[in-house]
């Protein structure tokens, strides 16, 4: 018989980084033997640490909801890897449920993933594998003290400091996107001058 859960801890926050997605790449000649005949793809959708670390101690279950047209439809992944393989020809949405272990006591968490099958950069359309990934961060506001204590267990998934083939996302990535950010703002602020200007020298054409 379950004891009554732990008390919450008020102000603190715990946030755990994941990365979620697909990749996919054509078949080809090299099919799997159950593949239907219309299908032109073999596709995996995933839910993982940033370094493909073990995320089973907080996460129990993952379940990815297909389109209905898949047999068995909904897939439960009960151990890591989180992950399910498959074939298709069309892009739809995915939707992802991650169940938290028991101890946690907190709800489901529900969120949809795009699968991607064709390249959208078309200054690479020979690329021969798609990838579709993401990086969010799970946040637990007050985790019970049990929880709490669980999750003080890991080092908490860290970003590596630079960017490699098998983990893009880092602090190296981070760094430029905030450089790009910047420098896009710095752009439409000198556009809003420009037109500005044209706008204060139309109105003294007119006076």
Excluded at 148 to 177: A, H, R, V, Y
Aim: charged share 25%.
């Amino acid at each position: 018989m379950a004891g009554p859960p732990s008390k919450r801890i008020k102000t603190i926050s715990v946030s755990r980084p994941v990365i979620y997605g697909n990749t996919a790449k054509k078949m080809g000649d090299t099919r799997p033997p159950n593949a239907p005949a219309e299908h032109t793809h073999i596709w995996t959708i995933f839910l993982r640490g940033p370094q493909n670390e073990d995320i089973s101690y907080y996460i129990k279950q993952v379940v990815f909801k297909l389109h209905d047209t898949y047999p068995n439809s909904t897939r439960i992944i009960n151990a890591p890897p989180f992950e399910l393989t498959e074939t298709g020809w069309g892009e739809f949405d995915i939707n992802i449920k991650i169940h938290f272990i028991e101890d946690a006591n907190e709800k489901v968490l529900s969120f949809y993933h795009r699968l991607r099958l064709h390249p959208y950069d078309m200054t690479q359309p020979n690329q021969e594998e798609i990838k579709s990934i993401f990086y969010d961060e799970l946040v637990f506001n007050e985790p019970n003290e049990q929880f709490f204590q669980i999750l003080m267990t890991k080092p908490g998934n860290l970003l590596p400091s630079n960017k490699t083939d098998q983990c893009p996302f880092s602090k190296q990535l981070e760094i430029e996107e905030i450089d790009r950010i910047n420098d896009g703002i710095k752009e439409v602020d000198q556009q809003i001058e420009e037109l500005k200007g044209k706008v204060a020298g139309k109105v003294k054409e007119k006076s």
